[in-house]
């Protein structure tokens, strides 16, 4: 029996580096021969990706209530969990994750201001217990990651429905992820994303050795 994968996800405000860190350690674990997959949220399978379009592009005079978006978010997971995560792990594959169940406690429940104890319960219900073993959280202020995603949606017509969201959004977003980091330190762990790109890969590595 192969000995099951290790789980780790990327956590963050808008702007913070994630996919080019994603992208880092994947090749930093690749030359240790481990095998990995990179994966996202919401989306990873085809239905989840359907749901994903719905979730950040829907448009048309029907609103998207807060209440679907949310159980839109965990429909998605269970698909992701069940269909792809939970399937590379057992077969002994690292898995690396952008965003999780922490963006949903910090977008629906700090940003949109719904129920943080129903958002855990609805979180619990999708994963089981497919939990990461190992959350980095790309510290970055907020001013900082809102100029790096205005220079990289410059020549976008169409913001999603996140991007279009005000700066108070992202205020309370940003509390989110902090008591996130503080009320789970053993799990995530918080780095300096407004360094270099070669200094917060080296930031990803000693982590991920240190508890690996």
Sequence with gaps: MKKRGKFITFEGSEGAGKTTQINLLKEFLSARNIEVITTREPGGTPLAEKLREIIKHFQGSEIVSDKTELLLMEAARIQHVQNVIEVALNDGKWVICDRFYDSTTAYQGYGRKMDLDFIRQLNAFAVGETVPDLTIYFDLPLEQGFERTRKRYADKEVFDRFESQKIDFYRRIEQGFKDIVR??????????????????????????????
């Design 183 to 212: 009320n789970n330190n053993e799990r995530v762990k918080l780095i300096d994303a407004s360094l270099s790109i070669e200094e917060v890969h080296q930031q990803i590595c000693r982590l991920v050795n240190e508890q690996f």
